[in-house]
C-alpha cells in the first residue's frame, strides 16, 4: 500500500483520496477495495449498521490503521486530529479538563518546548467553544459522560489540524450539546477545516455537507445528504442473520406481511 502526502494536491477539492483501499485488524479484512473522496472543508458524515467498518475508516484516515493494499492520498501532510469516545491516556492519568485539552497541542510541542502564549490560547478558545471553559479544573474521571465528550472534541479542535475525525462525536449526548458540537463544526469548516464524524444521528447526517454510507466495509452510497439519506433506512435495517439465505428472508417477509 502507498501512503501520500502531497501539497501540491491533482484533487484540490478533496481533503483524502481513497483507490483500492482494503484494512482491517490482524486476521480480519474491514474494509474492501474503498474508493472515496472526503471533500475538502465541508462536514462529511460516515454512517452505516454496526460493524460496517465506521471507526476503522476513520482510523485509517488518521494514520492508525494502515491500509493492505490500495493508495491513500492527503492533501496536506498536517497530522490529523482524531476524537474517540474514550482518550486512553486520559483514562489512566489524573488530568484537569484543561489539562486533557493542552493534550492536543502535545503534538506540536514536542518534548521539551513550553506552551506558548498562541498554544494556552488555543486550549482556552477551544474549551469556550465547546462550552466546558467552566470545567476547567475539575479532574476529567468526575464529569458525566456528555462533558467528557465534549472535552475530548475541545482537545481534538486545540490541535488545530486540517482534518478533524471524530467517531460519534455526540453519542452520549443531550440536545443542547450536540446543538454545540454540531454548531462547531459548522463554524470550523469556514477556519480551514475538514470534519469527517461517523454517527448513527440521521439530524446529524442531515446537516452534512457530504455522506458516507458504509454496509459490510464497503461504499454503497456517497454524496449530498438529500441524495443519500433515503437509502439509510434500508442500510441502518437489522439484516437477517448470516445463515438464512436471501430467498428464504424474502419469503419469510413476504409471508409475514401476508403478500
Ligand atoms: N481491534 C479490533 N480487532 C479486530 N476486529 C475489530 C477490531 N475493532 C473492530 N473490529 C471489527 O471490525 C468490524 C468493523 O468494526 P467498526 O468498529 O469499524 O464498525 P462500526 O461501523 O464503527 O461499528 P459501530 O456502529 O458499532 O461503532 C467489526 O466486525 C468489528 O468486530
Same mark, same amino acid.
Given at each position: 500500500m502507498q501512503r501520500r502526502c502531497a501539497v501540491a494536491d491533482p484533487h484540490p477539492?478533496?481533503?483524502?483520496?481513497?483507490?483500492?483501499?482494503?484494512?482491517?485488524?490482524?486476521?480480519?479484512?474491514?474494509?474492501?477495495?474503498?474508493?472515496?473522496?472526503?471533500?475538502?472543508?465541508?462536514v462529511t458524515a460516515v454512517m452505516g449498521p454496526n460493524g460496517s467498518g465506521k471507526s476503522t475508516l476513520l482510523g485509517l484516515l488518521a494514520g492508525v490503521i494502515p491500509a493492505t493494499s490500495g493508495t491513500v492520498v492527503h492533501r496536506t501532510a498536517v497530522r490529523p486530529a482524531f476524537v474517540t469516545q474514550r482518550s486512553a491516556v486520559a483514562d489512566?492519568?489524573?488530568?484537569?479538563?484543561?489539562?486533557?485539552?493542552?493534550?492536543?497541542?502535545?503534538?506540536? &510541542?514536542?518534548?521539551?518546548?513550553?506552551? #506558548? !502564549?498562541? /498554544?494556552?490560547? %488555543?486550549? +482556552? =478558545?477551544?474549551?469556550?467553544? *465547546? @462550552?466546558?471553559?467552566?470545567?476547567?479544573?475539575?479532574?476529567?474521571?468526575?464529569?458525566?459522560?456528555?462533558?467528557?465528550?465534549?472535552?475530548?472534541?475541545?482537545?481534538?479542535?486545540?490541535?488545530?489540524?486540517?482534518? &478533524?475525525?471524530?467517531?460519534?462525536?455526540? #453519542? !452520549?449526548? /443531550?440536545?443542547? %450539546?450536540? +446543538? =454545540?458540537?454540531?454548531?462547531? *463544526? @459548522?463554524?470550523v469548516t469556514g477556519e480551514g477545516v475538514t470534519v469527517v464524524q461517523a454517527t448513527h444521528d440521521l439530524a446529524a447526517a442531515r446537516r452534512a455537507g457530504h455522506c458516507l454510507l458504509l454496509d459490510a466495509g464497503r461504499v454503497v452510497a456517497a454524496g449530498p445528504p438529500a441524495d443519500v439519506l433515503p437509502d439509510a433506512g434500508r442500510v441502518v435495517a437489522p439484516r437477517p442473520p448470516a445463515d438464512v439465505p436471501e430467498g428464504a428472508e424474502r419469503e419469510r417477509r413476504a409471508r409475514a406481511s401476508g403478500a
Open positions: 477539492a478533496s481533503q483524502v483520496s481513497l483507490k483500492g483501499v482494503s484494512a482491517g485488524y490482524a486476521r480480519t479484512t474491514v474494509l474492501t477495495q474503498l474508493d472515496l473522496e472526503t471533500p475538502s472543508l465541508v489512566v492519568l489524573p488530568l484537569t479538563v484543561r489539562e486533557t485539552v493542552a493534550m492536543g497541542r502535545w503534538g506540536r &510541542l514536542g518534548f521539551f518546548r513550553r506552551p #506558548s !502564549a498562541r /498554544d494556552r490560547e %488555543a486550549v +482556552e =478558545t477551544s474549551m469556550e467553544r *465547546l @462550552d466546558v471553559a467552566g470545567l476547567a479544573e475539575r479532574q476529567l474521571g468526575e464529569l458525566s459522560g456528555g462533558q467528557r465528550q465534549r472535552v475530548l472534541v475541545a482537545q481534538g479542535l486545540a490541535q488545530g489540524a486540517d482534518l &478533524l475525525l471524530l467517531d460519534e462525536p455526540a #453519542s !452520549a449526548l /443531550d440536545g443542547a %450539546a450536540r +446543538e =454545540t458540537i454540531a454548531r462547531v *463544526l @459548522d463554524e
